[in-house]
């Protein structure tokens, strides 16, 4: 009985116990045992297994590409073009679906070296040849220059969409390689590429002047028409040409399109002002996204330009005050309204064939009415009054207060113009910034935020706009605003590098 208890048991742990079948790669061939290496080429080597696997050749292929495809993959540079776009969720998704197509068509030149199998297992050896890749970056690279040279050509003759529509097309010569930085040369300078692009680019669409004559009046009356306005677009005093308009949503309504003309202007209509609101604000700039929508044709380049702002102008609109004036106090006596109203009403007695009801009707509405005025009358009398003590209360508390910031608005002015004549100039940004720190140092100005915004935006290099912003926060009048500056920033270094200045 115990015999065969113990016989038992010994089967019933036999059945329990399972070992895997040890893979015996002894016949296999060396580059299975051993990853091989190469100079010359990039290896992928993948190995699927056969069991639960519907097509394991297919799958083994994949594997084994997907080596490659890793292999000639660049990490992405801080500085790079991608990496600008950290945030832009719209162009991440764009940027990976673009460059899976261009990696499965540089895939499309690997070669199967091998392939191997067991009983359980799919092997199989493929390899790129280096030269190769290397050689189509090097051909991106001169597609690329050739369309810089144009566009640079483009953007001194001041022709903007021809300019941009070059950009475009040298960025979209490397658009695989943007998460690189495109080491290169251009007429004897070390550049690097992608950057060198963008930052051109953005000194085209920013190094503009949006102005109109100081002398026309930006007061305007409520529900009634605005004056017509005319705005000129100017790059270093010369007209920028047949660039249409853009005019940001506000309470006054432009309909149409509109576009600066081939002197450099553009006309904005008269307009009924449809609000009563103190202040409206009217922002214009060139209309950047319809010239990149009519001059770019890849989609991803656009999402790229897009993303940059270019210079803008604010008017700012105020509301003139209405004034009351109350009608002058009646100087007839009681007697003589009597004696009219009784002229009146024999008057109408006459005109109406005596009829009593008439009479009747008459004196009511005449009674009505002259409560009426009487009340609206006393209600003048009484807005007059109070802006009178208004202006007597400006006059005994306001003298020190009202006159100074209107001797301050005009310093502001005059530094501003001051600062961003100095930001304009045509040279090195290094001689630029030097010219600031001198001026900041003699006059000690104040600037308010959106003014340091304009300043900083005539600078084209990341870093260099840094150092500005950094020079002219101490001298900023509304320092609470002045996190609106991050946005003038690509990098999130930089970024954090201001704020960290500001918290200091």
């Known amino acids: 009985m115990k015999k065969l208890l113990f016989i038992s048991l010994l089967i019933y742990f036999s059945s329990c116990t399972t070992t895997e079948k040890v893979v015996d790669y002894s016949s296999a061939p060396t580059w299975v045992q051993e990853h091989p290496l190469s100079d010359h080429y990039y290896i992928g080597i ?5 069991r639960g696997v519907d097509d394991y050749r297919a799958q083994s292929k994949k594997n084994a590409l997907s080596e490659i495809s890793s292999s000639i993959s660049v990490s992405v540079s801080s500085n790079s073009i991608l990496q600008q776009q950290e945030n832009n969720g719209k162009f991440k998704e764009m940027f990976d679906s673009s460059t899976e197509t261009f990696t499965n068509n540089e895939l499309s030149g690997c070669q199967q070296v091998g392939r191997w199998e067991n009983g359980s297992e799919y092997w199989t050896y493929y390899k790129l040849s280096k030269a190769k890749v290397e050689e189509a ?4 690279i001169q597609d690329a220059t050739i369309s810089l040279k144009q566009a640079l050509k483009f953007d001194r003759q001041n022709d903007f969409p021809r300019a941009v529509s070059n950009y475009a097309l040298a960025l979209s010569a490397i658009k695989p390689y943007l998460g690189d930085r495109l080491k290169t040369t251009l ?3 070390t550049i690097f590429l992608g950057q060198y692009i963008i930052d051109h680019y953005r000194s085209l669409i920013n190094a503009v002047d949006l102005t109109y004559n100081k002398e026309d009046s930006l007061k305007y009356d409520a529900f009634k028409p605005i004056r017509r306005l005319e705005v000129s677009l100017t790059r270093s005093g010369s007209p920028v040409k047949n660039i249409p308009l853009k005019i940001r949503p506000t309470s ?10 081939n002197k450099g202007k553009v006309l904005l209509p008269a307009i009924n002002a449809t609000t009563y609101r103190s202040k409206e604000v009217v922002v214009l700039s060139m209309d950047v996204e319809q010239l990149i929508e009519e001059s770019v044709t890849d989609d991803l380049v656009k999402e790229i330009l897009r993303s940059y702002e270019t210079t803008y102008l604010e008017l700012i609109y105020r509301l003139n005050e209405p004034k009351y004036t109350a009608p002058a106090p009646s100087t007839s006596s009681p007697q003589n309204e009597s004696s009219n109203q009784t002229s009146n009403t024999e008057s109408n007695n006459s005109n109406s064939g005596n009829n009593p009801s008439t009479n009747s009707q008459n004196r009511g509405r005449e009674f009505k009415f002259k409560k009426f005025s009487d009340n609206l009358n006393r209600s003048l009398q009484r807005i007059n009054e109070v802006a009178n003590e208004v202006n007597e209360i400006g006059k005994t508390i306001g003298e020190s207060t009202t006159k100074a910031p209107a001797q301050n608005l005009d310093s502001y ?10 930001a304009n100039e045509n040279s090195f940004e290094d001689d630029k910034l030097m010219n600031i720190k001198q001026f900041l140092k003699s006059k000690n100005p104040s600037f308010l935020t959106h003014e340091v915004e304009l300043a900083i935006q005539k600078f084209t290099f990341e870093d260099k706009r840094l150092e500005l912003a950094k020079m002219l926060y101490p001298h900023t009048s509304d320092k609470s605003n002045y996190y609106t500056i991050n946005k003038l920033f690509n990098f999130s270094n930089s970024k954090q590098e201001l704020n960290e200045f500001i918290n200091k």
């Open 137 to 140: 970056k090097t051909n991106a």
């Open 187 to 189: 007429d004897g300078e």
């Open 252 to 261: 006054f309504v432009y309909n149409g399109e509109y576009k600066f003309n």
């Open 413 to 422: 002015k005059n530094n501003t113009e001051q600062l961003l004549g100095l």
């Open 46 to 50: 993948g190995v699927s297994k056969k």
